[in-house]
């Protein structure tokens, strides 16, 4: 395919609509739609994200038995969805500052240790090029109310057990039902 060019459609508080204009292979044009965090994506070289836009926090317990999934009514879908908290990384700050303030915020527990980072990946590559970049962790502490009137929050521990009960019966944001597949077998 060829990129011809891209067309700003409308600016939101928080995201930006773009309309990607191309050709495919046989010369037919086309159009495709995403998008961005950027509000100012100029060109073909700007769609590329050359910066993380958010974390994901994949808590385990201090046991390593259980690990930490929020249960979140999700505007998108209209639902309430199981998804490992998460959040945008604020201006001037660090990656691993990020996932301590937004563990704090959804749930109330403390990020007591980060064990490893799992690179770059984006959300939702079907249309959209925000990046994210996954703490794997073990956190402790009290489950408290999300300080975001904005959020509606139900954090939890959960065994192996209940998660593989959970992956047959309830919605989940699919790098969180991904993950949890494999650490629940």
């Known amino acids: 395919m060829k990129f011809e060019y891209l067309e700003k459609k409308e600016q939101g508080a928080f995201i930006t609509r773009y309309d990607l204009h191309y050709k495919t292979e046989d010369n037919k044009e086309k159009v495709y739609e995403i998008i961005s965090r950027n509000p100012d994506l100029k060109g073909f070289e700007d769609i590329h994200n050359k910066k993380v836009d958010a974390v994901v926090l994949i808590m385990h317990d ?18 309430w969805v199981y998804n490992f908290p998460a959040g945008l990384i604020d201006p001037g700050e660090k990656p691993e500052e990020s996932a301590r303030r937004e563990l704090k915020e959804e749930t109330g527990l403390d990020l ?16 959209s090029n925000e990046k994210n970049v996954c703490c794997v962790g073990r956190a402790a502490g009290s489950f408290s109310k999300s ?34 597949y494999l650490w629940s077998r």
């Open 112 to 127: 007591i240790a980060i064990d490893d980072w799992i690179g770059e990946s984006y959300s939702a590559v079907g249309f």
């Open 147 to 180: 300080s975001s009137t904005l959020e509606e929050i139900e954090p939890g521990w959960y065994t192996k057990e209940q998660v593989r009960e959970l992956l047959k019966t309830e919605p989940f944001a699919a790098r969180t039902q991904a993950y949890c």
């Open 62 to 79: 201090e046991s390593g038995e259980k690990i930490l999934i929020n249960k979140e009514f999700r505007m998108a879908p209209g639902a």
